[in-house]
């Protein structure tokens, strides 16, 4: 999907800002975390929902990762501004 496909999602209403935590797997993958103390750096996405596809109802685009919360609140908060119009519109999963 490109950037304007995502800004069109959102103009539509179908796009939104999310952030969460994750850690680092002994195999080198990741997997979000709700857990403090196991949380290595925290995720950036946009999720857009795609209702035409009833295989996959929505895609994920993935900004740089962040190594502390409020470096990647700040990153949430600017792409939710750009994005939506607002910079509270943003999701901590």
């Not at 009833?54 to 609140?73: G, I, M, V, Y």
């Amino acid at each position: 999907m490109e950037y304007s496909e995502i800004i069109q999602a959102a103009r539509e209403g179908r796009a939104s800002v999310h952030l969460h935590g994750f850690c680092n797997l002994p195999d080198g993958g990741q997997e979000y975390s709700d857990d403090p103390a196991a949380i290595d750096g925290w995720a950036i996405y946009v999720r857009v929902e795609t209702p035409g596809d009833p295989q996959q109802p929505f895609d994920l685009h993935e900004l740089p990762d962040h190594p502390t919360f409020e470096s990647a609140k700040g990153a949430a908060h600017a792409t939710a501004l750009q994005l939506l119009g607002d910079a509270e519109a943003w999701h901590h999963d």
